[in-house]
């Protein structure tokens, strides 16, 4: 069993920068990729980036270039890094343990001016 909390949401205006944090408990981090997953109001939940155990990371098309997804496996934490946030980035954010499926409980993310 794997526990995921999710930090650093909130509410940013267009062009701002944000970071998330995930804290991984309970179980192997290093050896698992993560993911970070959004999902907006009335839309599926989609792929934002994951990151394998070594480092190697992939992202979805609308944030590839302005987000990075990075870990610390010292501290058991995935972080993802935004940049040039825009409206549309609106949602709440998921990190998830593909080894476990485990899922954390959600930040929420709000860009408006």
């Known amino acids: 069993q794997v526990q995921l909390v999710e930090s650093g949401g909130g509410l940013v205006q267009p062009g701002e920068s944000l970071t998330l944090s995930c804290v991984a408990s309970?179980?192997?981090?290093?050896?698992?990729?993560m993911g970070w997953y959004r999902q907006a109001p009335g839309k599926q939940r989609e792929l934002v980036g994951s990151?394998?155990?070594?480092?190697?990371?992939n992202y979805g098309d609308s944030v590839r270039g302005r987000f990075t997804v990075s870990r610390d496996n010292a501290k058991n934490t995935v972080y993802l890094q935004m940049n040039n946030l825009m409206p549309e980035d609106t949602a709440v954010y998921y990190c998830?343990?593909?080894?476990?499926?485990?899922w954390g409980q959600g930040t929420q993310v709000t860009v408006s001016s």
């Open positions: 998830t343990h593909y080894g476990s499926g485990s």
């Open positions: 309970g179980s192997d981090f290093w050896g698992y990729a």
């Open positions: 990151i394998l155990s070594r480092g190697a990371t």
